[in-house]
């Protein structure tokens, strides 16, 4: 019986945690959208430096997405994707038309995250993966938010091997910590535990400043009586 309680238990934090993504692009959200921006605005100057036709069209990119960026901040995502019928055609507009610029390239992004915000995990797949940044925030934020979309779509292998690619592209004790902690947790719900111990191990040996190290603990604990 005492078995069957600690399972209820682990299930129940799966419900909550690998089902559903710890809202990192929420606590982050301006941080990220200010680091887009600029990752963005550096590879327009190198383009238009370059190759001089890409200023003027950079910059009716960067015009078409400011409108749909002041709906994705006020979670306005079906705006921010569709457009407003009158001043605003949306993200998915100015990746058609603007694809190959900076801004075309935010805007795959910014449609991503909509998109899973709205419970499509399919097609924030799709454009979170066509999304290109070498920043070392943004880029494994993204990688881990793919990993998310796989869970939430029941694929949780796939989605453990972007939480663990996003935790060593990270390599800091902000976002590497949490995404073992969700591959553990994941781990976990395949009955892996001997993995999950390992994700938990690394946080408390590695990350140990980090906020989730702070009862990671009794994971540690959890993850070992379950593998016996």
Do not use: W
């Not at 078409?64 to 901040?73: D, N, P, S, T, V």
């Not at 190959?100 to 799709?126: M, P, W």
């Not at 690394?202 to 603990?217: C, H, L, V």
Request: one cysteine or more; glycine letters at 8%; proline letters at 1%.
């Amino acid at each position: 019986m005492a078995t069957k309680g600690k399972n209820t238990d682990a299930e129940l934090e799966v419900g909550e945690i690998v089902s559903k993504t710890e809202h990192f692009i929420e606590k982050n959200q301006k941080q990220i959208i200010i680091g887009i921006i600029a990752v963005a605005a550096v590879v327009g100057l190198y383009l238009g430096f370059h190759y001089g036709y890409a200023i003027p069209r950079e910059k009716k990119a960067a015009v078409a997405l400011f409108k749909g960026e002041q709906y994705f901040a006020k979670d306005s995502f079906a705006l921010a994707l569709n457009g407003n019928g009158a001043d605003f055609e949306g993200f998915e507009s100015v990746i058609k038309e603007y694809g190959s610029t900076a801004s075309g390239n935010l805007a795959k992004a910014y449609a991503g995250i909509c998109y899973f915000k709205q419970g499509d995990n399919e097609k924030a797949l799709d454009l979170l993966k066509s999304f290109s940044t070498k920043d070392n925030i943004i880029s494994p934020a993204i990688i881990g938010l793919i990993g998310d979309c796989y869970v939430n779509s029941g694929n949780v292998k796939e989605g453990i091997s972007y939480f663990e690619k996003a935790a060593s592209k990270a390599n800091n004790s902000l976002i590497s910590p949490l995404y073992l902690k969700k591959a553990g947790i994941a781990y976990e719900s395949l009955k892996q535990y001997k993995d999950a111990v390992k994700a938990y191990t690394s946080i408390k040996e590695n990350y140990f400043s980090s906020q989730e190290a702070r009862d990671i603990d009794k994971y540690i604990v959890r993850a070992t009586e379950l593998g016996k």
